[in-house]
């Protein structure tokens, strides 16, 4: 009933992640039953999923953890720090894990708090893109149909008289693989945190914090080659607002339906998350840059985005205004874009939103009033 307690807490997660003792803190504050917490690496090596009888489900990520990932691909071996490798097997055993949650959840009598479909869909940047293109939302073109090489991408462009486009990876995240391009008579620019790396006749990718740019086509078209296989959504560049030299984004964490959290990114290079060198803006410059009707109507933009993903508590939107602050697009919809430490609304970190939102019923009205939309 809304105003009581939730019910016992179950959460799906790597104990020694941030997100999870957040998460745990949260709750602790806020007089939850301790919850149980199941590690990834059981449920990705196939172990028995035990979920607290009655439970609301919190499925976190199961990034950051070198095992839990090699687990999730079936590989013989974990990655090497930063390695950039299998994203597609990972996607494979990321689907299989969420499948045997969500039986040990109905087996258990428990609620997920994210459906298992819409998580694969958030985690498929090609099929999320198609679910907010179909529902009119604003979007970024994108190419149709895969883009198996660097040569198929260099027709495709051609063709559709793109000069700028965003290449990423399918299945990434955290801008992992990404590449800004930039093409104009006889040169190339890739601007990525992609290092790469040729040795003993192999050629390996891995992730840095340090934003880099590639002139020479022959990078280029490695890059873009070793990450083919696994899938890649191009979409076509989208010029963002700046703001004191920087160009500036926004995360916006909706949960169960009301746009909470806001964080403003802003950076000197296309690349604005904030673990590569981004920054925090000041969200009253971006309002009144935008002026107050327009960022209304993107934050009604990102209510429209987490409405096409009812079955998950909160979505993080990455959400883009145009250079003269007249159109805004959104970039990205993150299952785990939650970890956005010391901010507070209403008095709530996003942790303690969440449970709030569960525990007055905000969650399951969301819910079912979505359902009856649908």
């Given at each position: 009933m809304p105003g009581e307690r939730p019910p016992p807490l179950t959460v799906v997660g790597n104990p020694d992640n941030r997100r999870v003792r957040l998460f745990l803190a949260a709750a602790t504050a806020q007089r939850c039953p301790p919850p149980r917490v199941v590690p990834w690496l059981d449920v990705a090596a196939g172990r028995p999923v035990e979920v607290a009888p009655g439970s609301l489900v919190r499925i976190d990520s199961p990034g950051e953890d070198a095992e839990v990932e090699r687990a999730l691909r079936k590989a013989d071996r974990p990655a090497e720090p930063g390695e950039i490798v299998g994203f597609s097997a990972w996607y494979d055993g990321f689907a299989a894990a969420?499948?045997?949650?969500?039986?040990?959840?109905?087996?258990?009598?428990?609620?997920?708090?994210?459906?298992?479909?819409?998580?694969?869909?958030?985690?498929?940047?090609?099929?999320?893109?198609?679910r907010l293109a179909n529902a009119g939302l604003a979007v970024r073109l994108a190419l149709p149909g895969a883009v198996v090489s660097y040569e198929a991408l260099?027709?495709?462009?051609?063709?559709?008289?793109?000069?700028?486009?965003?290449?990423?990876?399918?299945?990434?995240?955290?801008?992992?693989?990404?590449?800004?391009?930039?093409?104009?008579?006889?040169?190339?620019?890739?601007?990525?945190?992609?290092?790469?790396?040729?040795?003993?006749?192999r050629v390996r990718l891995y992730n840095s914090l340090r934003v880099r740019r590639y002139r020479d086509e022959r990078d280029v078209a490695t890059i873009v080659d070793a990450l083919a296989p696994d899938?890649?959504?191009?979409?076509?560049?989208?010029p963002k607002a700046g703001l004191a030299g920087r160009v500036v984004d926004l995360r916006v964490l909706v949960v169960a339906g009301r746009p909470t959290h806001?964080?403003?990114?802003?950076?000197?290079?296309?690349?604005?998350?904030?673990?590569?060198?981004?920054?925090?803006g000041a969200l009253d410059a971006v309002r009144a840059a935008a002026g107050e009707g327009h960022y209304a109507e993107a934050l009604r933009t990102c209510v429209r985005v987490a409405a096409q993903f009812p079955s998950c508590l909160h979505v993080g939107v990455d959400l883009m205004f145009s250079a003269d602050w007249r159109r805004h697009a959104v970039a990205e919809v993150n299952a785990f874009?939650?970890?956005?430490?010391?901010?507070?609304?209403?008095?709530?970190?996003?942790?303690?939103?969440?449970?709030?939102?569960?525990?007055?019923?905000?969650?399951?009205?969301?819910r079912a009033a979505e359902a009856v939309a649908a």
């Open positions: 969420l499948l045997r949650v969500a039986e040990a959840a109905r087996f258990a009598g428990a609620d997920l708090l994210a459906d298992p479909a819409d998580l694969l869909v958030l985690f498929d940047k090609r099929t999320c893109h198609a260099r027709v495709a462009l051609r063709q559709y008289g793109w000069a700028r486009v965003f290449v990423k990876p399918a299945h990434g995240s955290s801008a992992s693989g990404v590449m800004a391009l930039q093409f104009a008579p006889g040169r190339v620019v890739a601007t990525t945190s992609v290092e790469l790396v040729r040795a003993g006749g899938g890649l959504h191009v979409e076509r560049w989208f806001v964080v403003v990114r802003a950076s000197r290079t296309p690349m604005t998350n904030l673990h590569l060198g981004g920054q925090r874009g939650d970890l956005l430490p010391g901010l507070l609304a209403d008095g709530r970190d996003p942790y303690a939103e969440q449970i709030h939102a569960v525990a007055t019923g905000r969650f399951a009205a969301w």
